[in-house]
């Protein structure tokens, strides 16, 4: 037996629970209240679609609000509480709002608060205390959360017995393929259900797949289907509030598949009727569920209401463990049901039900247009099935309607996915129109929805459906509409007069299911949720024990320290390295694109605003591109290495940007270009060294002259070819060389080996920074913030005359030249450190006037100094300014001048 608590009440439990098991095991059958009326509510469903037993599970650190209970295994010492009542659940002062319904119907909100500021701000303390249904915790969680990358053929969602089939079938044909299942066994359906394929063929299917080498996840959920057929997967690695046993308790995965495959199946919808929200109305199949898989018999009196044949397999289970078949109300005609063995009504719909204590007392129905009633204290209803086809739409897929099933099935995919089991192929069922009042017909069971605020909205004009959800809140609880959607749908397109596909659908967005903050980005998220590259030279890199920083997808040495250094002695030597001697950092991480073709120059002067086709074979030259507005949104170097070949650098962190950038120029601008553009980022490793003794270093490695400024070459280093590109980010004599990823260990074991022996040192990020802004060069996300022209950079004089490339017409908007727009400048302190990201300011209590970009200190001279963006900056050099930082506390007296700190002629670089 497993010890836990509800409510700080002791209960025990039987191994593999779910809590909300557990409960109805216990005999407990109000689990929570629902938030706008704060009505008693039980446990509906046994899966994830549960509206309403969610509860608030853990401690401390470990307290996670709004879990469903259906979805939490009890573990031993579980603390369970619910949720949105006072003093306690089963007399909450919140349920007055019930009386108030009348008042309290849809859109109420936007009909009653007005009025003055004033009042806003007394109305919005009562809304805010009204607001939410947990309680968020409070303290720092000491767990942890993991991302993995995987790649695989296939991708099987779902391990019911179509998921398992089909990925056995394709990880016995060699492919590598991924099994994922939100439970915690496989094929929970099949214990449900009680079909041929039992236990035995569940654990030998698992076996097949796993001795081909196929990975099997449970407790791992699909969240999210995104582009090029990348599959989030949100697995537990333990139960919410429950210590991990090696501190992480969830990892999301990144799943890139060649195929994916849903089997997600379906899910069963509730029925719409008077008080169909009491505790003691269940999902029919969520009964089932109980009875077979944990042994739990919800209800001793039962009735049954259906418009399919699913739900006497239901009224098998329940004889089966002995309760008693009270009537089973069927909407289909006779003869439906007629040889079941049970009490059945034909053309019998669910009217109402009463209670007491929260508890079930009495069904009442239509039968054949006569109300009949009975005693009962469970209520099982199935009212058919809705395919799960939330992945398949996040896919970019259609749906189609399926007129038996009244239902959505999934239809033609963009991507590679494929539907197969329940989710393609819904049971039939009979359609039914609700007949009871709508006023206490609930659809929403969590935001109190009815069919009259469906109703409501469609007399007072939100007959959208996007403007109906937004106008009633249906769908927009933590079960995002799983169990309401349909029943919305139905009613507006009976109000409409239309068939329910005209009616409209919403949107389905991820994720598939709640996913905690702190698995996306919480502290304990590696890498908040990102994807990360690593570099082609980590392990030499971090056998160094760098100071690592993110860079875009990457993570690149900040600085190498040594002997106790802090990270400003660190980066401060290194940049001294490079001014009087030489130093080596690696460049791999810069975009790079190979364009090729007898039409490459002309498709370059589109992207970039410099000239291109006058390169001669053997040089490059520094280049920006432009958005479509005008604005620089990235810059880099391009270079002629062929006479139709050339390769294009840009920014690390606008890889992708850039890469999209170029795709839509060559598909859809440009498709008549005889052009081939090759992403080639991650193909070439990158080492620059440079420095005053670089020209020396790179003679002795290539065994002769390297290329001038701003040239290239081919050359060999250790063994290994190479190509070289004189180019300078630091002010000082440098070369870029460019390998093949595989090979770049050795070509950076023979560059480091040179520049030690003639005193030099490693450099990372932040001495780039201190050489950078010295010598006054840009940095997309700086100085380059989407905000500046070229003129604004000073760099128009550098644009193709001829124009065509892109922006050009949007340079061409007079407002762009008008007086007042920020400029590039310099500033160097007078009077302390200039904080970076500081305001500009002529004196104290002064409007900004621009702000500092980026801030270093001199290597060699000592002192501050900085980049940053100022009204008319080019007009204001000599302006005695305040860097303020009201944030920091910190601020200097600053004096405006060229963005050019150092070697303004550029005479250290060249030959």
């Given at each position: 037996m497993i010890n836990f608590s509800f409510d700080g009440k002791a209960y025990t439990a039987q191994e593999g629970d779910t809590l909300a098991a557990a409960l109805l095991r216990n005999g407990v059958g109000l689990v929570g209240r629902s938030f706008k009326y704060h009505r008693p509510r039980g446990i509906m469903t046994a899966g994830v679609e549960e509206p309403n037993a969610l509860v608030t599970v853990g401690e401390g650190g470990r307290t996670e609000p709004n879990t469903r209970a259906t979805d939490v295994f009890v573990y031993e010492g579980l603390v369970a509480k619910s949720q949105n009542r006072w003093p306690n659940l089963s007399l909450d002062v919140g349920s007055v709002f019930g009386l108030a319904a009348p008042a309290l119907s849809a859109g109420f909100y936007y009909k009653t608060f007005f009025g003055s500021a004033k009042k806003w701000m007394f109305y919005e303390y009562f809304i805010r205390k009204a607001a939410g249904l947990g309680n968020a915790p409070t303290l720092a969680d000491p767990d942890r959360f993991s991302q993995r990358a995987a790649f695989c053929d296939v991708l099987v969602v779902g391990a019911g017995p179509a998921g398992m089939q089909a990925a056995v079938e394709a990880a016995e044909s060699g492919k590598r393929v991924i099994l994922v299942e939100q439970d915690n066994i496989l094929s929970p359906s099949l214990i449900r259900d009680g079909e041929e394929q039992d236990a035995a063929w569940i654990n030998a299917t698992a076996a097949r797949i796993r001795a081909a080498n196929g990975l099997i996840l449970t407790r791992t959920t699909a969240s999210g289907y995104w582009e090029h057929d990348l599959v989030t997967l949100t697995q537990r690695l333990s139960e919410p509030g429950q210590i991990p046993a090696d501190n992480v308790a969830q990892r999301l995965w990144h799943v890139r598949a060649g195929q994916v495959i849903l089997a997600t199946g379906s899910i069963e919808r509730p029925m719409a009727f008077a008080h169909n929200d009491r505790p003691g109305v269940m999902l029919s199949q969520a009964v089932r569920s109980y009875i077979r898989r944990f042994g739990v018999v919800p209800g001793k009196r039962v009735v049954i209401a259906t418009n399919n044949d699913d739900a006497y397999k239901t009224a098998q289970a329940l004889k089966d463990a002995g309760a008693q078949i009270v009537a089973i109300l069927d909407a289909r005609p006779a003869p439906a049901g007629a040889n079941s063995g049970h009490r059945v009504y034909n053309n019998a719909v669910p009217l109402s039900t009463q209670g007491a204590r929260h508890c079930l007392k009495n069904v009442s129905a239509s039968v054949d247009g006569e109300t009949m009633a009975w005693e009962a204290d469970l209520l099982a209803v199935s009212g058919g099935f809705t395919p799960v086809v939330h992945l398949h739409m996040q896919a970019g897929g259609t749906l189609d309607w399926n007129e038996d099933a009244q239902a959505f099935i999934p239809a033609s995919s963009r991507q590679n996915v494929t539907t197969i089991g329940g989710a393609s192929e819904p049971q039939p069922i009979f359609k039914m129109v609700p007949v009871a009042?709508?006023?206490?017909?609930?659809?929403?069971?969590?935001?109190?929805?009815?069919?009259?605020?469906?109703?409501?909205?469609?007399?007072?004009?939100?007959?959208?459906?996007?403007?109906?959800?937004?106008?009633?809140?249906?769908?927009?609880?933590?079960?995002?509409?799983?169990?309401?959607?349909?029943?919305?749908?139905?009613?507006?397109?009976?109000?409409?007069?239309?068939?329910?596909?005209?009616?409209?659908?919403?949107?389905?967005?991820?994720?598939?299911?709640?996913?905690?903050?702190?698995?996306?980005?919480?502290?304990?998220?590696?890498?908040?949720g990102a994807h990360v590259r690593r570099l082609a030279l980590y392990d030499l890199h971090a056998a160094k024990n760098p100071i690592w920083q993110p860079l875009g997808y990457w993570f690149r040495p900040r600085a190498y320290p040594i002997s106790g250094e802090s990270l400003a002695q660190a980066a401060l030597r290194e940049a001294k390295s490079v001014r009087n001697n030489v130093g080596m950092t690696d460049v791999s991480t810069l975009a790079k694109f190979e364009v090729s073709g007898p039409d490459a120059a002309a498709f370059l002067e589109i992207i970039c605003a410099t000239t291109v086709s006058k390169l001669a074979v053997?040089?490059?030259?520094?280049?920006?591109?432009?958005?479509?507005?005008?604005?620089?949104?990235?810059?880099?170097?391009?270079?002629?290495?062929?006479?139709?070949?050339?390769?294009?650098?840009?920014?690390?962190?606008?890889?992708?940007?850039?890469?999209?950038?170029?795709?839509?120029?060559?598909?859809?601008?440009?498709?008549?270009?005889?052009?081939?553009?090759?992403?080639?980022?991650?193909?070439?490793?990158?080492?620059?060294?440079?420095?005053?003794?670089?020209?020396?270093?790179?003679?002795?490695?290539?065994?002769?002259?390297?290329?001038?400024?701003?040239?290239?070459?081919?050359?060999?280093?250790?063994?290994?070819?190479?190509?070289?590109?004189?180019?300078?980010?630091?002010?000082?004599?440098?070369?870029?060389?460019?390998?093949?990823?595989?090979?770049?260990?050795?070509?950076?074991?023979?560059?480091?080996?040179?520049?030690?022996?003639?005193?030099?040192?490693?450099?990372?990020?932040?001495?780039?920074?201190?050489?950078?802004?010295?010598?006054?060069?840009?940095?997309?996300?700086?100085?380059?913030?989407?905000?500046?022209?070229?003129?604004?950079?000073?760099?128009?004089?550098?644009?193709?005359?001829?124009?065509?490339?892109?922006?050009?017409?949007?340079?061409?908007?007079?407002?762009?030249?008008?007086?007042?727009?920020?400029?590039?400048?310099?500033?160097?302190s007078l009077e302390g450190d200039i904080p970076e990201g500081a305001m500009l300011i002529p004196n104290e209590g002064a409007s900004p006037q621009g702000h500092v970009s980026a801030a270093a200190f001199r290597i060699i001279e000592g002192g501050s100094v900085a980049l940053g963006q100022l009204v008319d900056g080019f007009s204001r050099h000599g302006e005695i300014l305040i860097a303020s930082s009201p944030t920091r506390g910190q601020k200097a007296r600053v004096r405006v001048v060229a963005p050019h700190f150092y070697d303004p002629a550029g005479e250290r670089y060249r030959d």
């Open positions: 009042k709508p006023k206490k017909s609930f659809i929403d069971f969590q935001n109190d929805v009815t069919l009259a605020d469906v109703d409501l909205a469609w007399a007072e004009g939100y007959r959208s459906v996007e403007h109906l959800k937004r106008y009633t809140t249906l769908g927009m609880a933590t079960d995002q509409g799983k169990l309401s959607n349909m029943a919305a749908l139905g009613r507006l397109a009976e109000k409409q007069g239309v068939a329910i596909p005209e009616a409209g659908l919403t949107t389905f967005r991820p994720p598939y299911t709640p996913v905690t903050m702190g698995l996306l980005a919480g502290a304990g998220a590696k890498d908040a053997g040089r490059g030259r520094y280049t920006f591109m432009l958005r479509e507005d005008g604005f620089v949104f990235d810059d880099g170097t391009v270079w002629r290495l062929d006479e139709n070949r050339y390769l294009l650098t840009s920014s690390t962190g606008g890889a992708d940007r850039m890469a999209t950038h170029i795709s839509y120029v060559r598909q859809y601008l440009c498709p008549h270009l005889r052009v081939s553009a090759v992403n080639v980022q991650e193909h070439y490793a990158g080492i620059a060294v440079a420095g005053p003794k670089a020209k020396a270093v790179l003679t002795t490695l290539i065994g002769e002259e390297p290329p001038r400024h701003m040239s290239t070459v081919p050359a060999v280093i250790s063994g290994v070819p190479v190509i070289i590109l004189a180019a300078s980010y630091s002010g000082e004599r440098a070369f870029e060389i460019y390998i093949s990823a595989s090979d770049a260990a050795t070509v950076w074991a023979a560059c480091e080996a040179e520049v030690m022996k003639i005193g030099g040192a490693l450099f990372g990020l932040e001495a780039m920074e201190f050489l950078r802004i010295e010598k006054g060069h840009l940095v997309v996300g700086g100085e380059v913030d989407g905000r500046m022209t070229p003129h604004d950079l000073a760099l128009d004089k550098m644009l193709n005359k001829a124009g065509g490339y892109i922006g050009a017409s949007g340079l061409a908007r007079p407002a762009l030249a008008e007086a007042g727009r920020r400029q590039l400048v310099g500033l160097e």
